[in-house]
């Protein structure tokens, strides 16, 4: 059984995965989706809004905005922060953005991008309003979800029987993935594991290629919006997981 770290910053994690069953690492990558919780904008209190825009557009493009989310959020059950907007366009159009959002109770919940619109004000247009930001979860609202990308794929195998073929420029080039490279005139899989299956590759040179599956061998990929880094979303996926079947223990433990 072995985990290895293929990339991993702040906003990205992949990592390959063998001996473990595909159902437990499929599980991580919907936990990481509908399970982890973040924080998002729930309720809106509008003070004034003399824009153009409902109050209901408003706070539905405001729920949509990503929040920071710190770990220590994850330990609790319900939390809830306040945000406040107050902005004006003097002279001439201005656009309130996501930056406009200022945190009162934590200075780090805010949004993980300041450069997200979210109305523009014509001159002497006002909008102030209490934003209040609540833990939720990815299965009750997509805006809850900290991923914009949670995949499982197998492990490609890719096997070369002529590097040497006259077809090595044309192979490079159909792939959509870069994975192919010719190194002193040699064709070489440089990058596998970015194999898509897609096989387009194939259709150059069914002949000399093979790509196939690793057996027991899988890539999960995770990729963050923001509101939390990508290894603690991972991280609180699988103990979310362990958490669930410990009660799923008990209740069989009363059979
Ligand atoms: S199957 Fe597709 S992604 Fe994979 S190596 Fe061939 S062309 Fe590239």
């Known amino acids: 059984m072995a985990v290895d770290v293929l990339e991993k910053d702040k906003l990205n994690l992949t990592i390959k995965i063998e001996g473990y069953p595909l159902d437990l690492i499929n599980g991580l990558r919907r936990y990481a989706m509908s399970e982890v919780p973040t ?6 209190v509008f003070i004034e ?10 706070a539905h493009r405001l729920g949509l ?12 059950e319900d939390a809830q922060l306040m945000l406040v907007l107050d902005a004006s366009a003097e002279d001439s159009v201005r656009t309130v953005y996501s930056g406009d959002l200022v945190p009162v109770e934590d200075k780090e919940v805010k949004p993980v991008s300041n450069e997200i619109p979210i109305i523009k004000l014509a001159p002497k247009q006002n909008i102030k309003l209490e934003a209040y930001a609540r833990l939720g979860k990815g299965k009750k609202h997509s805006k809850y979800s900290p991923t914009s990308k949670s995949i499982v794929k197998p492990t490609p195998l890719i096997n070369i029987k002529n590097a040497k073929t006259d077809k090595a420029k044309q192979i490079v ?28 590759c194939l259709k150059v040179d069914r002949e000399n290629l093979e790509i196939s599956e690793k057996p027991g ?26 958490k669930d079947l410990d009660e799923f223990n008990k209740g069989l433990e009363a059979l």
Do not use: H, W
């Not at 809004?49 to 409902?54: A, D, G, K």
């Not at 905005?65 to 609790?76: C, Q």
């Open 39 to 44: 924080l998002a904008v729930e309720d809106v």
């Open 49 to 58: 809004n003399s824009s153009l825009v409902y109050d209901e557009i408003v």
């Open 65 to 76: 905005v990503p929040l920071k989310t710190p770990k220590k959020y994850l330990e609790m």
């Open 173 to 200: 080039d159909s792939c959509p993935r870069n994975v192919f490279e010719i190194i002193n005139g040699n064709l070489v899989a440089k990058n596998p594991y970015a194999c898509t299956f897609c096989e387009e």
């Open 217 to 242: 061998s899988y890539i999960l990929s995770i990729e963050s919006i923001g509101q939390l880094e990508a290894k603690d979303i991972i991280l609180e996926s699988a103990s979310l997981i362990i």
